[in-house]
């Protein structure tokens, strides 16, 4: 049978005109599925535009050719708009073909989901998509909702070659900043199921073997095709599989590379003594969310006696092994108020961190079709969505954190807020950081339309 895998652009403008991203990695978790289907002896295509602006005109051209199943990507609630445009122009060119969605989001929307957002397709992905009855259905052309039976342990290499060199060149060298995103030793899945957070695939923590085509074989794929960095987006690159980790950090040494990836702070403190001994790893971001009792346990993070503690010793002992510690936190979810924000902010700055990542807690994608909002509004770093605080003033903790930990200025804690009818923002030692009332990022990603200056 003939596939054609569509990637299609994260977002469009109000002409539906693809919008070029900043920041972008390659789609290996589709491009994976890919070589399943190639080596059960089918004909598979991609077709990737995420840096296509007249996207339309290029999937039009591509349908002239008949295929037999059409694989699209929605990785976040951001694609549904653009899948949406996607799917008549498909169904209009290839009436007979059969249409399954994958990616992050399918682990919350299911086929009828879609549906009641616009969004008609045969088949929906709910899971890792490397199962092996999920390629069976994929092949077959099930309709409705596919499940992974079980998570395998081995991860087909993804298909690179499908894609042309410029594709290659704009994510190795304008968007991911040499990254080449892999499953690392961490594996699949996760062990807690955090309230914010889909990432674990409905899957319990699943470590990736090393055999065949495995990780060393990744390895080599990412150095031949240019990257200089591994970022494992492993939801735990460090659970019981110390001997793995160090093989891992080995392999990517002996090849030139660095690598980066994320885990828990209680697995830190579990593995304290293993990070001295890892000399390619160069940054490792830990999960700290909140310093607020009430929100963590809304979280699912539990409400444990020593929690920020264990945050505390965790970051000193990456630090301590020369390795750059990132943290992630959320801002604005359930519970959240201006006491637990400057809580999280005295916290952090007692810390020896190299940086933030923040985002915005967003409520669960099924909210999406219950509420009658549109996909658009979602998304971690787009207009704080449901949050009980005004949404400016959320905005504002963020403008704090990325002015501090960023940008490396000094916050006028005395008086740190400003706003009037034209813009709001935050006042620094050395300067402002605002954004103008009515302005919105095209692409939701909201520092994109912060600017820097000076109080008048």
Same mark, same amino acid.
């Given at each position: 049978?003939?596939?054609?895998?569509?990637?299609?652009?994260?977002?469009?403008?109000?002409?539906?005109?693809?919008?070029?991203?900043?920041?972008?990695?390659?789609?290996?978790?589709?491009?994976?599925?890919?070589?399943?289907?190639?080596?059960?002896?089918?004909?598979?295509?991609?077709?990737?535009?995420?840096?296509?602006?007249?996207?339309?005109?290029?999937?039009?051209?591509?349908?002239?050719?008949?295929?037999?199943?059409?694989?699209?990507?929605?990785?976040?609630?951001?694609?549904?708009?653009?899948?949406?445009?996607?799917? +008549?122009?498909?169904?209009?060119?290839?009436? #007979?073909?059969? @249409?399954?969605?994958?990616? /992050?989001?399918? $682990? &919350?929307? %299911?086929?009828?989901?879609?549906?009641?957002?616009?969004?008609?397709?045969?088949?929906?992905?709910?899971?890792?998509?490397?199962?092996?009855?999920?390629?069976?259905?994929?092949?077959?052309?099930?309709?409705?909702?596919?499940?992974?039976?079980?998570?395998?342990?081995?991860?087909?290499?993804?298909?690179?070659?499908?894609?042309?060199?410029?594709?290659?060149?704009?994510?190795?060298?304008?968007?991911?900043?040499?990254?080449?995103?892999?499953?690392?030793?961490?594996?699949?899945?996760?062990?807690?199921?955090?309230?914010?957070?889909?990432?674990?695939?409905?899957? +319990?923590?699943?470590?990736?073997?090393?055999? #065949?085509?495995? @990780?060393?074989?990744?390895? /080599?794929?990412? $150095? &031949?095709? %240019?990257?200089?960095?591994?970022?494992?987006?492993?939801?735990?690159?460090?659970?019981?599989?110390?001997?793995?980790?160090?093989?891992?950090?080995?392999?990517?040494?002996?090849?030139?590379?660095?690598?980066?990836?994320?885990?828990?702070?209680?697995?830190?403190?579990?593995?304290?003594?293993?990070?001295?001994?890892?000399?390619?790893?160069?940054?490792?971001?830990?999960?700290?969310?909140?310093?607020?009792?009430?929100?963590?346990?809304?979280?699912?993070?539990?409400?444990?006696?020593?929690?920020?503690?264990?945050?505390?010793?965790?970051?000193?002992?990456?630090?301590?092994?020369?390795?750059?510690?990132?943290?992630?936190?959320?801002?604005?979810?359930?519970?959240?108020?201006?006491?637990?924000?400057?809580?999280?902010?005295?916290?952090?700055?007692?810390?020896?961190?190299?940086?933030?990542?923040?985002?915005?807690?967003?409520?669960?994608?099924?909210?999406?079709?219950?509420?009658?909002?549109?996909?658009?509004?979602?998304?971690?770093?787009?207009?704080?969505?449901?949050?009980?605080?005004?949404?400016?003033?959320?905005?504002?903790?963020?403008?704090?954190?990325?002015?501090?930990?960023?940008?490396?200025?000094?916050?006028?804690?005395?008086?740190?807020?400003?706003?009037?009818?034209?813009?709001?923002?935050?006042?620094?030692?050395?300067?402002?950081?605002?954004?103008?009332?009515?302005?919105?990022?095209?692409?939701?990603?909201?520092?994109?339309?912060?600017?820097?200056?000076?109080?008048?």
């Amino acid at each position: 049978m003939k596939f054609l895998l569509i990637i299609p652009p994260y977002v469009v403008d109000e002409n539906g005109l693809g919008i070029c991203p900043k920041k972008a990695m390659l789609p290996v978790g589709p491009l994976s599925i890919a070589t399943a289907l190639l080596t059960r002896g089918h004909a598979v295509e991609a077709l990737d535009l995420v840096f296509v602006s007249e996207w339309c005109e290029r999937l039009v051209s591509i349908l002239q050719a008949p295929y037999d199943r059409i694989l699209l990507s929605c990785h976040t609630t951001r694609n549904i708009a653009v899948c949406k445009q996607a799917e +008549p122009l498909i169904r209009s060119l290839q009436p #007979g073909a059969h @249409i399954t969605l994958g990616g /992050n989001v399918c $682990v &919350d929307l %299911g086929t009828e989901d879609f549906r009641k957002l616009g969004l008609h397709v045969d088949a929906v992905v709910r899971g890792y998509g490397h199962a092996d009855n999920v390629i069976k259905a994929i092949e077959c052309g099930e309709n409705g909702d596919i499940r992974p039976q079980s998570v395998p342990q081995d991860l087909p290499a993804p298909a690179l070659h499908l894609l042309d060199e410029e594709t290659h060149r704009q994510y190795r060298e304008e968007t991911s900043g040499g990254k080449y995103p892999m499953i690392g030793p961490g594996g699949f899945g996760c062990y807690w199921s955090c309230e914010y957070c889909s990432a674990k695939m409905n899957s +319990p923590a699943v470590v990736r073997t090393w055999k #065949g085509i495995e @990780i060393e074989s990744e390895i /080599n794929l990412a $150095v &031949d095709y %240019g990257y200089t960095h591994l970022w494992c987006v492993d939801n735990l690159v460090i659970h019981n599989n110390e001997e793995k980790v160090l093989r891992f950090d080995s392999e990517v040494g002996k090849r030139g590379l660095t690598w980066s990836g994320m885990t828990r702070p209680e697995l830190v403190l579990k593995h304290s003594h293993l990070f001295s001994k890892l000399h390619s790893l160069t940054e490792l971001a830990v999960g700290i969310e909140s310093a607020s009792p009430q929100e963590l346990t809304v979280w699912g993070r539990g409400n444990r006696v020593g929690y920020l503690e264990t945050c505390h010793m965790a970051v000193r002992i990456v630090h301590d092994a020369g390795i750059a510690t990132n943290a992630f936190v959320m801002l604005g979810g359930p519970g959240a108020n201006e006491q637990g924000f400057w809580e999280l902010y005295r916290f952090l700055k007692s810390l020896p961190l190299s940086t933030i990542s923040w985002s915005f807690f967003n409520p669960s994608p099924k909210t999406l079709a219950a509420d009658q909002l549109e996909p658009k509004q979602f998304g971690f770093y787009r207009w704080p969505l449901l949050s009980a605080v005004p949404p400016a003033r959320v905005v504002q903790w963020a403008m704090i954190l990325s002015g501090s930990w960023w940008s490396g200025w000094r916050l006028n804690e005395s008086d740190p807020f400003f706003s009037d009818d034209e813009r709001f923002g935050i006042r620094f030692e050395e300067g402002i950081i605002y954004q103008p009332t009515d302005a919105r990022s095209e692409i939701g990603d909201l520092w994109e339309i912060w600017r820097r200056g000076r109080m008048a």
